[in-house]
Nanobody, 126 residues
């Protein structure tokens, strides 16, 4: 299984980005995936999570601004981020197959999730 994130970049406050996480060798049947982010000097912080055929979960800071979705045909999950703010600056990771309910914070790459991507940098700055 390989998870590959893309779509990060340098944007200005108020801009939008759409992150993608392409999953190879991973079945989206009964999948459970999440987006985390890591700001400098911090642990990974949960952004959103999605269990197949259920509504996504969002942390409070993401509600109303971020949308997580899944395209089974493309084996890809997305994170649409609108109204970006400087505090959204972080490396964004996708993760799949947790061993327990999504932790609000954990070390990036922790084996709480069976699979992690390599991350994509998002920088929000004027």
């Amino acid at each position: 299984v390989q998870l590959v994130e893309s779509g990060g970049g340098l944007v200005q406050p108020g801009d939008s980005l759409r992150l993608s996480c392409a999953a190879s060798g991973y079945s989206f049947d009964n999948s459970e995936m999440a987006w985390y982010r890591q700001a400098p000097g911090m642990e990974c912080e949960l952004v959103s999570g999605l269990i197949s055929n259920e509504d996504p979960h969002y942390e409070d800071f993401a509600k109303g601004r971020f949308t997580m979705s899944q395209d089974n045909a493309k084996s890809t999950v997305y994170l649409q981020m609108n109204s970006l703010m400087p505090e959204d600056t972080a490396v964004y990771y996708c993760a799949a197959d947790p061993n327990s309910p999504w932790a609000a914070q954990l070390p990036c790459g922790d084996d709480e999730f069976r699979y992690w991507g390599q991350g994509t940098q998002v920088t929000v700055s004027s």
